[in-house]
């Protein structure tokens, strides 16, 4: 078992900058790949980006590219979601999830793919 626990939500002005961090505890936090989602009101939770274990292989939905960085820390079991140049339409509740790392990136752009799920932060952005 996993447990996740997200932080760093918040209210911020268009343009703006926030970083989310997930806090991991339980199994090894490194047998694991780590992502985030995200799910605006009303529509489904939507793949955001991840990290496999070695912190070098990543992936980010096109939405993000260029603006939004993932990383980890695996000795402080610790993911972050460094999040720049903000717009309203990035308003959603953002969870972190982790799956197994054996999985290829591609594949982990799939909820289905994850085991384990966080309560989520609200992130709000105002225009």
């Known amino acids: 078992q996993v447990q996740l626990v997200e932080s760093g939500g918040g209210l911020v002005q268009a343009g703006g900058s926030l970083r989310l961090s997930c806090a991991a505890s339980?199994?090894?936090?490194?047998?694991?790949?780590m992502g985030w989602f995200r799910q605006a009101p009303g529509k489904e939770r939507d793949f955001v980006a991840v990290i496999k274990w070695n912190g070098v292989s990543r992936y980010r939905a096109d939405a993000v590219k260029g603006r939004f960085t993932i990383s980890r820390d695996n000795a402080k079991n610790t993911v972050y979601l460094q999040m720049n140049s903000l717009t309203p339409e990035d308003t959603a509740v953002y969870y972190c999830a982790a799956a197994l790392d054996g999985l290829g990136l591609d594949r982990l752009a799939y909820r289905s793919k994850y085991l384990y799920w966080g309560q989520g932060t609200q992130v709000t952005v105002s225009s």
């Open positions: 339980g199994r090894t936090f490194s047998n694991y790949a």
